[in-house]
């Protein structure tokens, strides 16, 4: 099963302001892609939750899409009122379940919560629960031998570590898994850029190989479930789903967290559908039929080490994001191709060209030069998915007010 993290806090796009949010959209899209479920970022807004979080286990259950709570223990501190709103949810027909019929049940954790989760929390669930804690351990054997930790081990996302050192965590829960019986959950994020404060600004160390990469791994690895992070946290970069629809105007504002997720990230969502079906079938390489093709690209629009003179959001002391080092200024190229294809990038009037084989691949191509600023356009050598590619993406710049970290994904 493959689940989205969900943010209830941001309201679903294209609602305008409006008091009634209508998840329907988000919902239908998930489904067409392959997800099993949202799991549902719950935090300590008990008014938000007691309106948005009812509409959309009504919504789910009308779609026949499946919905489950995780934890936020940052900012959740009652165990008894996660105790409440989980058993207030197990019977609805939109609660997610294992194959046992237990409901799902995790977390986000930085820290573990000041309650036992065993004692606290789980025992007092009314129906039996597959409970997986949310960890930025590294350990899948330490974490696999706390006592309270529920069901099963859930992987989060580790910014400071590289592709290589994230893998070997990954081998290290999957050995956990296989040791114990205990159920893994892996997650899997797109992109990661944050920078709300002086002392939250960074940027992921894995740069491009923090999605597609660990998909790879993870194919290989067969976790027992795999989790997206995220649909929609904007204020992360990390979302699938359709971008913030927020009027620019608004997103210029100090107040807006969400500053950051105006960016297409479409290409994500139409990767992960691919990803997806290539894991419930079990296989561990990625294989696409004529009508499935596509070549997708992404980028940043700016330069890692640019740094605007009136970056003033809010002020203008503000460092590059810790970990920008470990960032390149790559323009990349996925294509996902039945038959060979060579794939041409015109990156600011520079052109160059990638042979594609017929499977899913990887290229890059430098734009830290005044040469490759500019327009990005992607085409093909010949038709793909039946039709003539070309796709036209935002233009790099060194200009702007703002530090940009995100990428744009087509």
């Not at 404060?197 to 960074?202: G, H, I």
């Not at 009037?349 to 042979?355: E, H």
Request: hydrophobic share 40%; net charge negative; charged share 15%.
């Amino acid at each position: 099963m493959v689940f989205a993290h969900y943010m209830i806090q941001f309201q679903p796009p294209g609602l305008n302001g409006s008091s009634s949010p209508d998840y329907s959209t988000d919902i239908n899209m998930a489904k067409a892609a392959g997800f099993d479920a949202f799991a549902i970022d719950y935090t300590d807004n008990a008014a938000m939750f007691a309106t948005n979080l009812d509409i959309f286990y009504h919504q789910a259950s009308d779609l026949g899409f499946k919905l489950f709570l995780t934890i936020d223990t940052t900012t959740m501190f009652d165990a008894d009122q996660v105790v409440n709103i989980t058993n207030f949810y197990a019977d609805s027909p939109a609660q997610a379940k294992d194959a046992a019929g237990n409901i799902f049940l995790s977390s986000f954790e930085v820290n573990p919560p000041a309650w036992n989760w065993q004692n606290d929390v789980l025992q007092n669930i009314k129906v039996p629960v597959t409970f997986l804690a949310g960890s930025l351990a590294e350990s899948g054997s330490y974490e696999a031998s706390l006592p309270d930790r529920g069901t099963g081990l859930f992987t989060w996302v580790h910014p400071a570590l590289s592709a290589s050192e994230e893998a070997t965590v990954d081998q290290s829960f999957a050995a956990a898994r296989n040791s114990t019986g205990k159920p893994w959950m892996a997650g899997v994020a797109p992109w990661f850029f944050k920078r709300l404060s002086s002392d939250t600004n960074w940027l992921n160390a894995q740069d491009s190989n923090i999605f597609i990469d660990r998909w790879v791994e993870l194919l290989k690895l067969k976790p027992n479930y795999i989790e997206v992070i995220s649909w929609n946290d904007f204020g992360e970069s990390h979302y699938i789903g359709p971008a913030d629809s927020t009027p620019e105007s608004e997103l210029m504002q100090s107040s807006k967290a969400d500053y950051y997720g105006n960016l297409d990230h479409s290409a994500f969502l139409k990767m992960s559908a691919i990803f997806i079906k290539t894991y419930k079938a079990g296989e561990t390489k990625v294989t696409v039929t004529a009508d499935e093709e596509d070549v997708f690209f992404f980028y940043r629009p700016q330069p890692v080490n640019y740094l605007p003179t009136d970056d003033a959001y809010p002020d203008n002391a503000w460092p590059l994001p810790e970990n920008a080092s470990s960032i390149a200024d790559n323009v990349y190229i996925v294509p996902f191709l039945s038959e060979p294809a060579t794939i041409y990038l015109n990156s600011g009037g520079y052109s160059t060209s990638m042979d594609a084989p017929s499977f899913m691949s990887k290229g890059a191509v430098m734009f830290n030069s005044p040469a490759k600023m500019g327009q990005q356009t992607l085409t093909a050598s010949r038709p793909i998915n039946g039709q003539t590619l070309n796709k036209t993406g935002i233009d790099i710049t060194s200009g702007g007010n703002r530090y940009q970290g995100n990428v744009v994904a087509m």
